[in-house]
């Protein structure tokens, strides 16, 4: 990424500081810890994804303290921009973010999350969010704490619209020395918003006493990388800071779309979509 590029935030917990478009902040994070967790090196390991997968769902029992499906009632007909939304959010305090219910619907998905006034304490407010164009979801974690927007810049949205690049670099290079300098550029461009083998064809055989990661011959005499151009030319640049002869060739344009995506983050999970909206919703008495 350029040198105008904004330090990223892991996903592991949803920032509650900047809230109007949300420009990415290395500031202190809300996570399910009581004390904030944020990045402090953009190469730093700690940045690479923890999270427990619980499936796509939120519980829905009352014995765990989440509310049905029937319970959850939107109550404002007019729909909000999602920052809007945040900032009302963010202006309860000590606001800790819980998601209630997901569900897939034409075209995208509904969010639906209840605020609570600290991460014990009673329900205070509740919002149906609509992701609309959805590019990738990631929902794994339902007590999550923040809830945070990050613009078009971001890389999880970036890789989506950016113009297309091929990386190509000697298979006779010193494998282990590449998959080190790639998996720190990997982590400065990126963090964990996007997994390191997305863009690489990286294998694991076991060797019998064990898993040994090496990249896949797919041309001829060479590896090749291909991915969105601003992963792709960091690639390059770690590979020849090594001294690796590369090629680099882009394909095609950025694609022109009227409205970009954007990433909405809560907790440890994440949804990137073109367009999210929100309405205020209210819960029925149990």
Not at 153 to 167: F, G, M, N, S
Not at 200 to 223: C, K, M, R, V, Y
Not at 232 to 245: D, M, N, P, S
Not at 250 to 278: C, I, M, N, W
């Amino acid at each position: 990424m350029t040198s105008a590029s904004p330090r990223l935030c892991p996903k592991r917990a949803a920032a509650k500081s900047c809230v109007a478009f949300f420009a990415i902040s290395p500031r202190a994070a809300k996570s399910r810890a009581t004390s904030p967790r944020s990045k402090t090196s953009p190469s730093s390991p700690s940045c690479a994804k923890r999270k427990k997968a619980s499936g796509l769902n939120a519980t829905e029992s009352k014995a765990s303290g989440f509310i049905s499906v029937d319970q959850f009632r939107r109550v404002d007909s007019i729909a909000m921009l999602i920052h809007s939304a945040v900032k009302l959010v963010h202006s309860i305090p000590d606001s800790w973010v819980r998601v209630e219910r997901v569900r897939r619907m034409s075209g995208g998905l509904e969010v639906c999350f209840s605020v609570h006034k600290g991460q014990r304490g009673k329900r205070v407010d509740g919002w149906s969010v609509t992701c609309s164009r959805v590019h990738e979801a990631k929902i794994t974690a339902i007590d999550g704490g923040g809830l945070r927007v990050y613009p078009a810049t971001h890389p999880a949205a970036r890789q989506y619209v950016a113009r297309r690049a091929e990386l190509r670099w000697p298979r006779t290079c010193d494998e282990a020395k590449v998959l080190l300098a790639l998996y720190r550029a990997h982590t400065r461009a990126a963090d964990d918003w996007i997994p390191f083998d997305r863009y690489l064809s990286i294998e694991t055989p076991w060797t019998g006493t064990s898993f040994q990661p090496h990249f896949a011959p797919i041309s001829g005499d060479n590896f090749v990388c291909r991915g969105p151009d601003f992963l792709v030319r960091t690639y390059a640049k770690a590979l020849e800071a090594i001294g690796e002869r590369v090629q680099l060739t882009l394909r095609g344009l950025p694609k022109l779309k009227l409205t970009q995506p954007r990433v909405l983050h809560f907790g440890e999970s994440y949804v990137v979509a073109d367009s999210f909206t929100a309405e205020r919703a209210t819960i029925a008495d149990e």
